[in-house]
């Protein structure tokens, strides 16, 4: 009998999707738990696959409407399946077909971008199990290098005109503009950091750490580290450590606001904020005061591949407690970072740059970074935002601390 494809349950707070793309279009033979249609959310791109093998008898919604948990996408009917009368297609759609047919394994960030850039996917040899888009940016053909110009004939000299031509502006070239509608990931950030400034009442403090101890054991131990652990050590690990221990000290940047009451909570979720192809996602360590440094940096490296990958799952961006990002990854020297409600508190980190430092009274050269603290000053007061970050500073700049405080 026929079954209904359904909108699935995504999670707390995900009520509605976008429909990316069908995989499969009407008439097409299914599998059970193959994928037919890619949603798309303000946190993850989801897959919903076939409920029953048979034929997909019919599309409820087409892509790019939007659709709420328990919808009906389509119906899946028993039968072997016969593949519609085919459509004419613009000859930009071959290449998706030819992929489609083919089934290829890919990530739905992949997927798109082979789209966007008219790429045939049965082309593109993964270097892992799927495609993801880094491998699709190397398959992409090299642009031809255009010739070289030909050297322009030598021109006769023309006598110069006894009254010279007026100034004539120069024509503008034609300027053209693009409308692109947001991806429901990005409009759902754009409608949240606007709610978030009108219903919180956030300031910054900012502070300057000194690198010099950090960088020279990372230097002593980097090769050690990795030969052990698989893994880089990075700054990750450091302030992660360094914020669990100033949590615990300031409890209240720890926690949310619900009504007329706080919510201590007296556990150390972690989020780690990441780029991704739709914009910053932000993944959650769990009981990151029970993690070593190493399973720290392993954590936020496997969140760094699998956001650039576009496998995040709504569990790794479920919860936290407090939110780390590092604006210095991109340049960033300074900056005010919004709270990610309903937590309270969210530090900043930035790019390290050798600046002037008073060091027992002579002036040196030192690997400096600002920080900064965004916090809810509806139940976190000045002061303790302001001792948290010195906390934070004091215990990076004397790392040893962090084996104590950890």
């Given amino acids: 009998m026929p079954s209904n494809i359904v909108v699935p349950e995504m999670g707390e707070s995900i009520v509605d999707a976008r429909i990316a793309k069908w995989l499969k279009q009407e008439g097409d033979a299914v599998t059970v738990g193959e994928p037919l249609v890619e949603l798309e959310t303000d946190k993850v791109d989801v897959e919903v696959a076939a409920p029953q093998s048979g034929v997909l008898s019919s599309i409820a919604h087409a892509a790019g409407a939007d659709v709420k948990i328990g919808d009906v996408l389509g119906v899946v009917s028993e039968g072997k399946g016969q593949k519609a009368e085919a459509k004419s297609k613009d000859k930009e759609e071959a290449p998706r077909k030819k992929a489609e047919a083919a089934e290829v394994a890919a990530t739905p960030a992949a997927r798109r971008l082979a789209r966007q850039e008219n790429v045939d996917l049965s082309t593109v040899k993964p270097e892992g199990p799927r495609v993801t888009p880094d491998d699709i940016k190397s398959a992409k053909p090299a642009a031809e290098k255009p010739e070289a110009p030909k050297p322009a004939a030598p021109k006769a000299i023309e006598p110069k005109p006894s009254n010279p031509p007026t100034f004539q502006p120069p024509v503008s070239a034609e ?12 409009a759902t950030i754009a409608k949240r950091l606007l709610e978030v400034q009108s219903t919180a ?44 221990a100033a949590l615990r000290e300031f409890p209240r940047l720890n926690a949310e606001i619900q009504g007329d009451e706080m919510v201590l909570k007296h556990y150390y979720d972690i989020g780690i904020a990441v780029g991704s192809e739709e914009g910053l996602v932000v993944p959650v360590l769990r009981d990151a005061d029970r993690l070593s440094f190493a399973g720290i940096e392993q954590g936020v490296r496997e969140f760094a591949g699998r956001a650039k990958e576009g496998t995040l799952t709504l569990d790794d961006l479920r ?19 919004i709270l990610n409600p309903p937590q309270v508190g969210i530090l900043g980190l930035h790019a390290i740059k050798d600046r002037p430092a008073a060091v027992d009274g002579r002036v040196e050269l030192r690997p400096m970074m600002y920080t900064a603290l965004t916090y809810d000053h509806r139940i976190v007061d000045g002061s303790e935002a302001v001792r948290f970050l010195v906390k934070v500073k004091e215990l990076v700049e004397d790392p040893g601390q962090l084996l104590v405080e950890g």
Avoid: C, H
């Fill in 319 to 337: 919860g936290g407690t407090f939110t780390i990002t590092n604006g210095g990854v991109f340049g960033s020297l300074m900056s005010t970072p």
């Fill in 201 to 244: 009442a956030m300031l910054t403090t900012f502070n300057e750490v000194d690198m010099t101890a950090v960088m020279q054991l990372r230097e002593r131990r980097k090769q050690a580290f990795k030969d052990r652990y698989g893994v880089s050590l990075g700054l990750s690990s450091f302030f992660v450590k360094a914020a669990i």
């Fill in 175 to 186: 300027r053209s503009e693009e409308r692109v509608r947001m991806s429901r990931r990005r």
